[in-house]
């Protein structure tokens, strides 16, 4: 499935605390607007009109860099579409690909800045298991469908259908997500933790917090990074988070140095899981997405865990993944043999 490049889209991502608006043609992005509005603003203040204003402002910015050629159509995706965003869409149950989610699509009428309604993307739910503690086995996602089957579609145009196979996406970030998917292009399961709210809570919020830097350092130094995995690997994650204070105490490593060290200790007790998650469903090749410099320390450490290497998704397939999934999905929704549905 692919999108025409003559179709042009304005895709909304918004998280908990930001949203961003991209103009889509096609597999590139024309142009990216950003509010630092989200889920968490709706709950804050009570009301969805301070989100609807933000996103507004965003897509109206983006829109701009069309100079007037129409917008066939403004799709929003990730948290947008929970109780706190604009609308609350169900989930689908995986396995769902393109086609499923274009069917779970509910749409948002209300002004945004431009005449379209706005195409709301559900998120994928994973069905719990069979017995009474199948409750375990149950995720929920929304955003990362759009990043992983957008990955996909801009990895599959580029390779024959020969190397096409079963994959699985890791996604670090606030909620590392490690995403499954078959053969079909479809997502079959998902796999969450709270590893990056998990890093910030502790380091913002308990005794450690006055042992780190106010601003977390943008590069970080590889030998800390290395010795906080080394201590979470012996002595565990909260053993990790003390010594922290203990580093401080004894003037062992700077304040950048310390936050490194702690970042090493998550991201060891979150490949752990993810690792045994991996094993536990085998895929042919096995993408790591997000931002730097997350992308590259679960790669790294990824590779050793699981004893083979795994690939890292380029700046340019990361960074455009959300959008043109979520575009795709839109597309699909709105064709002429299956348009968009009124709620």
Known sequence: MWFPDKFLAIAIDG?????RARLVRGDRILATARRSVGARTTVLEASRSPLAAGIRDAVLEA???????????????GMLGSEAGLIAVPHVDAPAGIAELARGIVVYREPIGLDQPV???PGVKTPPAQGPKGW???DVMRGEECETLGARLLLDRDRPDREKAAETYVWPGSHTKIVHVNLSGKITSSFTTLAGEFTSAIAKHTLISSSLPIDWPETLDHDSVRLGMEACRHDGLG?????????????NLDANQRFAFWLGGVVESDVASVAA????????RIWIGGREPLRSLYAERLTEALGSSVSILSDDVADRAAAIGAAAVAW???RPDQPIAPN
Request: proline fraction near 2%; avoid cysteine; glycine fraction near 6%.
């Open 136 to 138: 375990i086995e149950a």
């Open 277 to 284: 998650r991996i094993d536990r469903t085998p895929s042919k």
């Open 15 to 19: 998280g908990t605390t930001n949203t």
């Open 63 to 77: 829109a701009a860099a069309a100079r007037g050629e129409r917008i066939e159509l403004v799709t929003a995706a």
């Open 239 to 251: 053993r990790a988070a003390f010594l922290v204070r203990i580093a401080a105490l004894q003037g």
């Open 332 to 334: 699909t929704a709105n």
């Open 119 to 121: 195409v709301v993307v």
